[in-house]
């Protein structure tokens, strides 16, 4: 985003991680991104699900399932992260599972 900086951090748990990505100008955030990423034992790491604010409204994607998911977030941007972090945290098994699953049946990533 023109005139924000940028900033990145990663969480790490062993084969799982949280990828937050964010864009800030002063104490105003702009488009947030936040991922889970699994070290696939196949692949090595892949996206298993993110929410993010592309297009102007926040959504959650989860690779070879669902693309745009529209979600009941907050609609302050720091506070929309805030909770699709938590999200992601509370139910990462539960997300790799459906990953694995729908991967064994062949479906196709992107």
């Given at each position: 985003?023109k005139?924000f ?5 990663l969480?790490?748990y062993?084969p799982v ?7 800030r100008?002063g104490?105003r955030?702009?488009d947030w991104g936040?991922?889970?990423?699994w ?6 790491w892949?996206?298993?699900a993110?929410?993010?604010s592309a ?5 959650r ?5 669902a ?9 302050d941007?720091a506070e929309?992260?805030?909770?699709a ?15 694995r ?10």
């Amino acid at each position: 985003m023109k005139g924000f900086d940028r900033e990145e951090y990663l969480e790490e748990y062993g084969p799982v991680r949280l990828r937050t990505t964010f864009y800030r100008r002063g104490t105003r955030m702009g488009d947030w991104g936040v991922q889970l990423e699994w070290e696939d034992p196949e692949e090595g790491w892949v996206w298993v699900a993110r929410y993010d604010s592309a297009g102007g409204k926040p959504h959650r994607d989860r690779n070879r399932i669902a693309q745009h998911e529209a979600l009941p977030l907050p609609p302050d941007p720091a506070e929309a992260l805030k909770a699709a972090q938590e999200d992601l945290r509370a139910h990462l098994e539960e997300y790799i599972e459906a990953y694995r699953a729908a991967k064994a049946q062949g479906r196709q990533g992107w």
